[in-house]
């Protein structure tokens, strides 16, 4: 694998593969690599002979010094684990590469980045989200880009801006990757203590207390909400949010139509998670 720092040493790489008539796939991540990553990873190689991996932990996208300071960082086991899966290319520039001075120029998805996500973390998270992926994709220019369901709203912001702007690249979504009982995998995962590791996983359990009750027949999001948010309350967890949205749109849904996200945030021993879940109800009024 070969690791790179400077966006011309990366376009470089990218053009020798090119001439080698090799195919370009990109992974964005901000390290800490878990399963879920590698999962992107192992998908990008089936669509490209040049994997090409970033590496940055964005500042723009942090609303909070504290977090930004405590997001886990371990290059070298990164690299052991980027290796194993057969990436090409690593990309894990120093900030000043990816905000030089006067950097000035930002991007932002109307809309999409209001409610959720955008109403807990402010709405400089995802015009930092915006602007960076923005800027990868022209770093890099690949002919495909994969990035995961479990950030579902950054998914959609993600899709929509490459539409909007008509940067030549297909957008790919991966499913969750979840652990053996059911929490989504997540670099912050690594933050949480024992306890707060066992009740992490409650959030899966009310996502899945949603899909129970609209499995049972239940047409009402109220009402399916409310069966996961006293599995929530019994462990003592308030969440941020615990919404039931078009999957679209992002605006709230009353009854189950079509394609509804279901989506969650909560706080557990002091380590902010979220995870969501898709539920189909074709035909339904
Ligand atoms: P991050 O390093 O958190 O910015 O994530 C990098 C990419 O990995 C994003 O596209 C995430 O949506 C994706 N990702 C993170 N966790 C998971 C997971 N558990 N399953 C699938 N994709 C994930």
């Not at 504290?66 to 090409?88: C, I, N, Q, T």
């Not at 989200?129 to 770093?139: C, I, P, S």
């Not at 929490?183 to 992490?200: E, F, G, I, V, W």
């Amino acid at each position: 694998m070969i690791v790179v720092r400077r966006v011309d040493e990366l376009r470089a790489v990218i053009r020798a593969a090119r001439v080698r008539g090799e195919r370009i796939a990109f992974v964005p991540t901000m390290g800490a690599l878990h399963d879920g990553h590698l999962a992107l990873m192992q998908r990008a190689r089936k669509d490209g002979e040049c994997v090409v991996v970033s590496l940055f932990v964005n500042p723009a996208q942090f609303t909070e010094a504290v977090d930004l300071d405590g997001y886990p960082r371990d290059e070298a086991r990164d690299v052991r684990l980027l290796e194993s899966v057969g990436v090409h290319v690593l990309f894990a520039p120093a900030v000043d590469e990816v905000y030089p001075g006067g950097f000035a120029t930002t991007v932002e998805v109307a809309e999409l980045s209001v409610p959720l996500e955008g109403v807990a973390r402010g709405p400089q998270h995802f015009r930092g989200v915006a602007t960076v992926v923005t800027k990868l994709l022209n770093m890099v220019q690949p002919d495909a880009a994969f990035f995961g369901q479990k950030d579902a709203q950054q998914a959609l912001i993600i899709q929509r801006l490459v539409r909007d702007l008509d940067l030549p690249v297909r957008i790919e979504i991966c499913p969750t990757v979840r652990e053996a009982d059911g929490l989504a995998m997540s670099s912050r995962n690594a933050l949480l203590d024992s306890a707060a590791r066992q009740k992490a996983v409650t959030l899966w359990k009310a996502l899945s207390a949603v899909e129970h009750a609209v499995a049972r027949g239940e047409t009402h999001t109220a009402i399916a909400l409310a069966a996961g948010s006293i599995l929530l309350k019994a462990e003592g967890i308030e969440p941020e949010y615990f919404a039931a949205v078009d999957a679209a749109t992002l605006l709230p849904v009353t009854s189950f139509t079509g394609t509804t996200l279901i989506a969650i945030a909560a706080r557990v021993g002091g380590v902010r998670l979220i995870d969501n879940v898709l539920i189909h109800r074709e035909g339904a009024a």
